[in-house]
């Protein structure tokens, strides 16, 4: 048990609201074909917004739900599918953009796709825990539209754009905040399933061999489902070994926004009732890094997760990649 606690949470969503029926015309879709195959009903498309700047709202909004000053930040910590730029880290460009004092924190970028801002709160929290840190930002900010594949109709209809950040603090005496249990796993046979094979060292962006479609996101999704399906179970049953919780006594399950039809799948599978998993996928889209975050933080906003409440961080990203974390909130 780690002692530490999610002070404050925030999130951005840009204004832009793209309807299904909009994508539907544009990409020739046939009607209603998203909302069934997906789940989605509608996402958010940034429009001027950057990386760092939809970052910084979040982040703000963050900080002072946690009442905590900027200069009081001892780590900034982008934990998000692609950087804003190849170099320096994002979260140098977030401390800029949030005015905090040059100095004072230590900037650093963590990228697990997906599962970027669970793979950062375990890393955060044993460093606060630890006393290294006392006071830490975690901010997901993602800008799926632009890579989006329009030949691929799916993951083109699936994705949305936002941002959401939360502040780790260690828990004070008496306080039931901690962080009780954390899993990761990643099955590199998956690896080629989703992906963007451009923007790096082998497919760089000025070898003439790189054409624009490499830049653009791929997801082999039935094969993704199937590969999860086989994984999924075992995963969670040594998960729950390990972390002495029954699945009843869970109030809330987080899970990654990644499609309906695999998170009410998996929920049923793996023993939870709908009202015990929290679902903003059908106004917000698969958001990537930010998904699990975001849902977080608008279940906190709607009251469904309360101070105290046992919570469960669930999901599966590129690699293929899952993780779990256990929480109380």
């Given at each position: 048990?780690?002692?530490?606690?999610?002070?404050?949470?925030?999130?951005?969503?840009?204004?832009?609201?793209?309807?299904?029926?909009?994508?539907?015309?544009?990409?020739?879709?046939?009607?209603?074909?998203?909302?069934?195959?997906?789940?989605?009903?509608?996402?958010?498309?940034?429009?001027?917004?950057?990386?760092?700047?939809?970052?910084?709202?979040?982040?703000?909004?963050?900080?002072?739900?946690?009442?905590?000053?900027?200069?009081?930040?001892?780590?900034?910590?982008?934990?998000?599918?692609?950087?804003?730029?190849?170099?320096?880290?994002?979260?140098?460009?977030?401390?800029?953009?949030?005015?905090?004092?040059?100095?004072?924190?230590?900037?650093?970028?963590?990228?697990?796709?997906?599962?970027?801002?669970?793979?950062?709160?375990?890393?955060?929290?044993?460093?606060?825990?630890?006393?290294?840190?006392?006071?830490?930002?975690?901010?997901?900010?993602?800008?799926?539209?632009?890579?989006?594949?329009?030949?691929?109709?799916?993951?083109?209809?699936?994705?949305?754009?936002?941002?959401?950040?939360?502040?780790?603090?260690?828990?004070?005496?008496?306080?039931?905040?901690?962080?009780?249990?954390?899993?990761?796993?990643?099955?590199?046979?998956?690896?080629?399933?989703?992906?963007?094979?451009?923007?790096?060292?082998?497919?760089?962006?000025?070898?003439?061999?790189?054409?624009?479609?490499?830049?653009?996101?791929?997801?082999?999704?039935?094969?993704?489902?199937?590969?999860?399906?086989?994984?999924?179970?075992?995963?969670?049953?040594?998960?729950?070994?390990?972390?002495?919780?029954?699945?009843?006594?869970v109030d809330m399950v987080i899970p990654?926004?990644?499609?309906?039809?695999?998170?009410?799948?998996?929920?049923?599978?793996?023993?939870?009732?709908?009202?015990?998993?929290?679902?903003?996928?059908?106004?917000?889209g698969n958001c990537v890094s930010a998904?699990?975050?975001?849902?977080?933080?608008?279940?906190?906003?709607?009251?469904?997760?309360?101070?105290?409440?046992?919570?469960?961080?669930?999901?599966?990203?590129?690699?293929?990649?899952?993780?779990?974390v256990a929480l109380t909130y």
């Amino acid at each position: 048990m780690l002692p530490v606690k999610l002070a404050g949470l925030g999130w951005y969503l840009p204004e832009r609201r793209v309807t299904n029926a909009e994508l539907e015309a544009r990409l020739d879709i046939p009607e209603n074909w998203i909302e069934r195959l997906t789940g989605v009903c509608e996402r958010r498309y940034a429009s001027d917004e950057t990386m760092v700047s939809m970052g910084a709202a979040a982040s703000c909004m963050a900080l002072a739900n946690a009442d905590i000053a900027v200069h009081e930040l001892d780590a900034i910590v982008s934990a998000s599918t692609a950087p804003q730029q190849a170099i320096p880290c994002t979260a140098t460009f977030l401390q800029r953009a949030l005015q905090a004092p040059e100095g004072a924190s230590a900037c650093f970028d963590i990228n697990a796709t997906c599962l970027s801002f669970p793979f950062a709160l375990q890393m955060v929290a044993h460093l606060v825990a630890a006393g290294v840190y006392r006071n830490v930002l975690i901010c997901s900010s993602e800008l799926a539209s632009h890579s989006l594949n329009p030949r691929e109709r799916e993951s083109a209809a699936l994705f949305g754009d936002a941002a959401a950040a939360a502040v780790v603090t260690r828990s004070q005496p008496g306080e039931a905040s901690a962080i009780w249990h954390t899993q990761f796993a990643t099955y590199s046979s998956g690896a080629d399933l989703t992906a963007i094979v451009g923007g790096g060292l082998l497919h760089h962006p000025n070898d003439p061999t790189t054409t624009p479609e490499m830049n653009l996101f791929h997801m082999h999704g039935p094969a993704v489902y199937r590969q999860a399906s086989q994984v999924i179970e075992p995963f969670l049953e040594r998960f729950f070994c390990a972390l002495k919780w029954r699945r009843e006594e869970v109030d809330m399950v987080i899970p990654h926004q990644a499609s309906r039809h695999p998170i009410e799948q998996f929920s049923r599978r793996l023993g939870f009732t709908p009202e015990q998993v929290f679902l903003n996928l059908p106004v917000r889209g698969n958001c990537v890094s930010a998904s699990i975050p975001l849902a977080l933080a608008e279940a906190v906003e709607s009251e469904r997760v309360r101070r105290g409440d046992r919570v469960l961080l669930f999901g599966t990203g590129a690699g293929l990649t899952l993780g779990a974390v256990a929480l109380t909130y």
